[in-house]
């Protein structure tokens, strides 16, 4: 049974076929889904499609490219949509510093009162980071370690990822690990204890080998995950076993739907 931590399943890139992805993945293995959000209108709409679809959960958050039109109410209203029972974390927040689509000081502000709120709610935090290591540890780092959550579409190095499991965090790898120029994140996932990593397509982008190119969906998580139990010499049955696991143990919400997830 597969926890598919990061996907974006509300993506236009799905309009014509969602329900067929969402069968697709049922079919091979993924029995839950957490649907993670990028601005206001999209956490708003996740919580309403998470209720409507049993195996679909939601997170709710502001992604550093839409902190332009950041408003303080907005945290109020992230905060009533994050008390939904199938709302399981803050995200995906963070930073991103190979675009410029909004200012640094800005994004680490809305970052900063992002990681406040998940705090005091007791979420986990779903968090990207590109070209911003540096701040994004160092604002990860000032909550001595009141912060749980996931790195996701890890691309840093194996000395990076021993800081952020210090921290308390779980990473995540995308289809990226399999492709043949990944020996930096290869490095990183042989770094990775078994107990702190989980499974994400960040779909509709980031299809593994060998459907490099086209459109990703949950289904394609079987392939990273036969390269994650490669690199880490572990059988396939275990890895997934103990990956299963991890999803509910940081996000504790949905333990109460462990069970009927398990069921059928």
Same mark, same amino acid.
């Given at each position: 049974?597969?926890?598919?931590?990061?996907?974006?399943? /509300?993506?236009?890139?799905?309009?014509?076929? !969602?329900?067929?992805?969402?069968?697709?993945?049922?079919?091979?293995?993924?029995?839950?889904?957490?649907?993670?959000?990028?601005?206001?209108?999209?956490?708003?709409?996740?919580?309403? #499609?998470?209720?409507?679809?049993?195996?679909?959960?939601?997170?709710?958050?502001?992604?550093?490219?839409?902190?332009?039109?950041?408003?303080?109410?907005?945290?109020?209203?992230? +905060?009533? *949509?994050?008390?939904?029972?199938?709302?399981?974390?803050?995200?995906?927040?963070?930073?991103?510093?190979?675009?410029?689509?909004?200012?640094? +000081?800005?994004?680490?502000?809305? #970052?900063?009162?992002?990681?406040?709120?998940?705090?005091?709610?007791?979420?986990?935090?779903?968090?990207?980071? !590109?070209?911003?290591?540096?701040?994004?540890?160092?604002?990860?780092?000032? #909550?001595?370690?009141?912060?749980?959550?996931?790195?996701?579409?890890?691309?840093?190095?194996?000395?990076?990822?021993?800081?952020?499991?210090?921290?308390?965090?779980?990473?995540?790898?995308?289809?990226?690990?399999?492709?043949?120029?990944?020996?930096?994140?290869?490095?990183?996932?042989?770094?990775?204890?078994?107990? =702190?990593?989980? /499974? +994400?397509?960040?779909?509709?982008?980031?299809?593994?080998?060998?459907?490099?190119?086209?459109?990703?969906?949950?289904?394609? *998580?079987?392939?990273?995950?036969?390269?994650?139990?490669?690199?880490?010499?572990?059988?396939?049955?275990?890895?997934?076993?103990?990956?299963?696991?991890?999803? #509910?143990?940081?996000?504790?919400?949905?333990? =109460?739907?462990?069970?009927? *997830?398990?069921?059928?």
């Amino acid at each position: 049974m597969i926890f598919e931590s990061h996907a974006h399943l /509300l993506a236009k890139q799905f309009d014509h076929d !969602r329900d067929e992805v969402i069968k697709r993945a049922l079919e091979n293995g993924i029995h839950a889904v957490l649907n993670v959000s990028d601005d206001m209108k999209s956490s708003k709409e996740s919580v309403i #499609f998470a209720n409507t679809h049993e195996r679909i959960f939601s997170s709710v958050g502001i992604h550093p490219h839409n902190g332009k039109g950041f408003k303080e109410e907005d945290l109020d209203l992230l +905060e009533t *949509l994050a008390l939904d029972s199938k709302t399981l974390a803050i995200g995906e927040i963070g930073l991103d510093y190979y675009y410029d689509f909004c200012e640094k +000081e800005v994004q680490k502000e809305i #970052f900063a009162k992002q990681l406040e709120l998940a705090k005091n709610m007791g979420l986990p935090v779903i968090i990207h980071d !590109r070209e911003a290591h540096k701040d994004t540890i160092d604002i990860l780092s000032s #909550f001595n370690k009141e912060i749980k959550g996931v790195m996701h579409c890890y691309s840093g190095s194996a000395e990076s990822a021993k800081i952020l499991l210090n921290l308390g965090l779980y990473i995540s790898f995308t289809g990226v690990i399999t492709f043949k120029n990944a020996n930096k994140t290869i490095e990183a996932l042989k770094a990775i204890p078994l107990d =702190r990593l989980l /499974l +994400e397509t960040d779909c509709p982008y980031m299809s593994p080998e060998p459907l490099r190119g086209t459109r990703n969906e949950p289904k394609n *998580l079987i392939y990273t995950a036969r390269k994650i139990a490669e690199v880490k010499q572990v059988q396939y049955d275990i890895l997934l076993e103990q990956l299963w696991e991890n999803s #509910f143990n940081l996000f504790e919400k949905a333990r =109460r739907y462990k069970q009927e *997830l398990e069921s059928r």
